[in-house]
């Protein structure tokens, strides 16, 4: 052509960018596998995991530490690119591993953003944690007194300390620095589901540890600042006290007899009506001398307002003796319960 004249020797300086074969896998290097590896990934589990990518020349074009957020995906799946589906079956949690993938199980003849077509890239990953969107809460019993008679149930109010981690071990929270335990009813809704499960049929001085994937935890959103979105938790938790709680339904319970003339004491000015004050006020008392018992843990005012508003069937701020029924008496009628 115009360019190189004829019978022209050439000379060319090459710099070797990569090379493939369109028969190539992927390539596996081990970084770092922990020593426990009680679980390995497979087709289905969600991944959260950090990672710097690279050419084969070692040019950076993208990594999850500068957007300080872990990659989050289902692998086996097509979420990602056909070589990273594959290099991230059979990884440990705290797992670090290369993966060099190329073109025709990465992005192409085309490329994509800084990625040059037909590059091979290297993707050096370190796994934080998965998960199974099957999986339930997992509970280790780390220690257990011989007497343990009495377990934990719904609606039971608990004392407990917890030391609350990553997979990583990276801490998030703990009661012990607080210096006061941690408070609930339990399967009130006063923690994620997980914690709940998590603490059914534990006796007092019980030691577990209790994983908790996120979707039975905070979910994929998790909380700002604290807890990262799709993070599998794990609590080490200690059982420092146990009230029994009532049975399923009720906020109040009669340790012995009811009087036969409840409305009446009740009363107490016996003019036919009985206010809110005058309701709290006997169920104080009721509950101070031992012949009634409220539900543990939760605002007396609120309990004894939601018992009265029951009882309060027209809504006007008083109970008639026509109104006023007991919950078994309720339960004979058919009547609706809140």
Known sequence: GKEIPGQASLVFDVVLLDLHNPKDGISIENQHVPESCERRSQTGDFLRYHYNGTLLDGTLFDSSYSRNRTYDTYIGKGYVIAGMDEGLLGVCTGEKRRIIIPPHLGYGEEGRGKIPGSAVLVFDIHVVDFHNPSDSVSITVNYKPSNCTVLSKKGDYLKYHYNASLLDGTLLD??????????????????VVGMDMGLQDMCVGERRTVVIPPHLGYGEDGVEGEVPGSAVLVFDIELLELVSGLPEGYMFVWNGEVSPNLFEEIDQNHDGEVLLEEFSDYIQAQVDSGKGKLAPGFDFEKIVKNMFTNQDRDGNGKVTAEEFKLKDQEAKEEHDEL
């Open 174 to 191: 703990s009661t012990h620095s607080l210096g006061k335990t941690y408070n609930i009813v339990l399967g009130s809704g006063q923690v």
